[in-house]
């Protein structure tokens, strides 16, 4: 065997090296730098990214929807600015072919999702949310009221009659692929998150009262109530007439009962038969006429103390109401009110 010159010998283990190391780079390479697309992308996808999913569940969404060119480039991005844990659930309106960093700066802006933030205030009837619903979902409002009947599926308490009282007001997130149902379904979630949190049924046990009365007392508080000031003493005055056994004569009764919405009460209108005439029969009505928010719900657990047992709100534009335990003052109170009215 004719012995190699040491430079050949170096040589060759040069070239080993060199081998190993591009077959390192072959391997290596697409996850050091992986495909990625240059520039803002074109056109319009909504992506949906489901609750619970990864970074790199993120990556693989957004990749087989061709908004970026390979998963690793997006996961190096949202790494490389430290945002991995940032990204939020959601419908995000992106485009297709976007550089990794532009499409992590879209999945974190709030302009890109795509959803409808709808706000329930307190006090509306059943009948008024379907039509709110309708309008701000652009769903059916006949869908509405099927989802509402399907009291299995809402969810509701086992003390409620209906879904009336128990569709709590604040302001949801309704997204694209949700349905009627699931929108009246987080609005009964929220109302059991909120009277857990007041201890609702404990509490309405203290003053002798069942949930479902606890919630119907809400109700009435919530309809007449003008300032967030009024309603403890709303609730006292119910409580001092039922404890006296006279009837309530809440004129927002007789007003469901006849599912109208005026500030002018007629005879006529308290001679209305319906069980939800608190003219006519004493105690509370079979169930809530609306509901309530959390507030007149905290009313109703804690009333002020007070011998009050009428009240009427003179000025309701400027939600003045006044509050007595003298019929000859409540007389007076009530001409205030029809002078206010023009009906006097």
Known sequence: MIPRPAWLLAGGAAAVVLAAAAGSYVVVGPRLMPDDFAGPGSGSVVVRIPS????????????????????????????ARAKTGSLRPGHYRLRKGMAAASALDLLLAPGSRVVRRVTIPEGLRLTELFDRL??????PRDAFVRASQDREELELPSYAKGPE???????????PDMTPADVLGLMVERYKSA??????????????????????VASLVQAEGGR??????????????????VPLQIDSTVLYAQNRRTLRVTEKDTKVKS???????????????????EKAMIATLRPDQGDWFWF??????????????????FVRYREELNRYLGTH
């Open 165 to 175: 009282g128990f569709m709590f007001p604040a302001t949801y997130e309704v997204e």
């Open 275 to 293: 069980p939800y005439n608190t003219y006519a029969h004493p105690g509370l009505p079979p169930g809530p006429i609306a509901n309530p928010g």
């Open 52 to 79: 619970g999913a990864s970074a790199g569940e993120v990556a693989e969404t957004l990749a087989d929807a061709g908004v970026v060119a390979s998963a690793g480039a997006f996961v190096k991005a949202a790494e």
């Open 134 to 139: 309708a309008a701000k979902t652009g769903m």
């Open 195 to 216: 009277a857990a949190k007041l201890e609702l049924e404990n509490r309405a046990a203290e003053r002798g009262l069942t949930p479902l009365e606890a919630v119907t």
């Open 228 to 245: 967030d000031s009024d309603y403890p003493k709303i609730a006292r005055v119910i409580y001092n007439r039922i404890k006296a056994g």
């Open 312 to 329: 009427v709100t003179i000025d309701p534009k400027r939600r003045i109401t006044k509050f007595t335990d003298k019929e000859s003052e």
